[in-house]
């Protein structure tokens, strides 16, 4: 069975991860989703970011949650724009997510990015995401 939207499973799959104070989550590997994971590890949201190939299968990103004082460190992750209903900003329009405490995700002609290398980039696009 074909998943309509694998962007929000994936971040179900942090949420419900850390709702249960798990130390890593699997998530299917794609393109996307691993960038995503990337920029979440470099502004300090996930402890890990790792790839396992198995032969035969579909590989699988391996995702190390972070926690604080026994709290998640993501408070909330929201998905912005859907399959459904597409959300496109642009470079004036990138939202500031809790007065820029947290970060909105883009894709966009340079990539899957944060709203902070957007701004400094210059470019808008679609805005996956929104974590705090």
């Known amino acids: 069975m074909s ?10 799959r942090i949420r419900n991860g850390q709702m249960v104070k798990r130390t890593t989550v699997d998530i299917p590997l794609s393109r ?15 402890s890990e970011v790792s790839i396992i190939q198995e032969e ?7 995702v190390g949650l972070k926690y604080h004082q026994n709290r998640p460190v993501i408070e909330e992750i929201r998905r912005c724009s859907t399959p459904g209903c597409r959300r496109y900003v642009g470079k004036e329009d990138i939202p500031s997510v809790y007065h820029g405490l947290g ?8 990539g899957v990015i944060s709203s902070r290398q957007a701004k400094k980039f210059g470019v808008g696009g679609e805005l ?5």
Do not use: W
């Open 32 to 46: 996307v989703k691993q960038q995503i994971c990337a920029i979440l590890h470099e502004e300090g949201y996930l």
């Open 128 to 132: 996956l995401c929104t974590v705090f």
């Open 3 to 12: 998943m309509t939207d694998p962007i929000s499973d994936m971040l179900t």
């Open 103 to 110: 970060i909105a995700i883009l894709s966009t002609n340079r």
């Open 56 to 62: 035969g299968s579909h590989g699988v990103i391996r």
